[in-house]
């Protein structure tokens, strides 16, 4: 099993620009994830799908959109990039059980932007 | 979700024993204690979970304190590959929970050779 993979490793963008960063898992999770890390600081919740065909706002979604497309792939859009999006950007899946607090989330390698 | 404190840094030499802290006082009945760490320019990988009796398991032990009010990951013998970011997080058993982590900024754990 690949796991997590998210393309690409790495992007430079400029003021304005769009980009969609691509994450896609071969667990048969249900649930996937997009988080962004600033230096120093912990990971921090974008948008999340339990399930295929379902999408909600995490802590900071501001300036970016997602898409479900099946099971497997989850990808998070910059429509307009700015400045302040400059971070790292992790993708993650689980499986979404009745006792979920039990189960391991399982991260990409991240994508790594710089926004000029 | 319940909060949880931890030191910034820590020091450790390799071979030898590391126990790193973590508050969690507001811990309600329900909540599992997880360990993740992140090493240098990877993404976070799971250590190891409990919810009340102490753990084992081929990366490390987590000692539960019997009020549940804080808990310490212990790596028996550290190496060089151990030096990392580690992130105590609560996690909600199920129920209201969207299943993502809520990560504080962890402790950066060195080691010395």
């Known amino acids: 099993n690949a796991g997590v993979t998210q393309t690409p490793k790495f992007q430079v963008l400029k003021t304005g620009q769009s980009m969609t960063l691509q994450c896609a898992q071969d667990m048969n999770h249900n649930s996937m994830y997009w988080y962004r890390q600033d230096p120093g600081m912990g990971l921090r919740l974008i948008y999340y799908?339990?399930?295929?065909?379902?999408?909600d706002k995490g802590e900071v979604p501001n300036g970016y959109n997602v898409s479900r497309l099946n099971k497997r792939e989850f990808s998070l859009r910059l429509e307009s990039a700015a400045p302040s999006q400059t971070s790292v950007y992790f993708c993650?899946?689980?499986?979404?059980?009745?006792?979920?607090?039990?189960?391991?989330?399982?991260f990409g390698p991240g994508t790594r932007l710089t926004v000029l | 979700d319940a909060k949880t404190t931890q030191p910034n840094s820590m020091e450790s030499n390799e071979e030898e024993p590391v126990h790193l802290p973590c508050n969690h006082s507001?811990?309600?009945?329900?909540?599992?204690i997880h360990w993740y760490r992140q090493l240098p320019s990877q993404g976070p990988e799971y250590v190891i979970h409990?919810?009340?009796s102490n753990v084992n398991n081929r990366m490390a032990s987590l000692a539960i304190a019997e009020d549940r009010k804080s808990s310490t990951l212990i790596l028996h013998r550290a190496t060089l590959r151990d030096a990392a970011v580690y992130y105590c997080i609560l996690r909600l058993t199920y129920g209201g929970s969207q299943g993502n982590l809520i990560f504080g900024k962890g402790t950066k754990l060195s080691v010395k050779p």
């Open positions: 993650a899946s689980i499986i979404m059980t009745g006792t979920s607090g039990l189960n391991e989330q399982f």
């Open positions: 507001t811990i309600s009945g329900t909540d599992y």
């Open positions: 799908s339990a399930s295929e065909g379902t999408t």
């Open positions: 409990g919810l009340t």
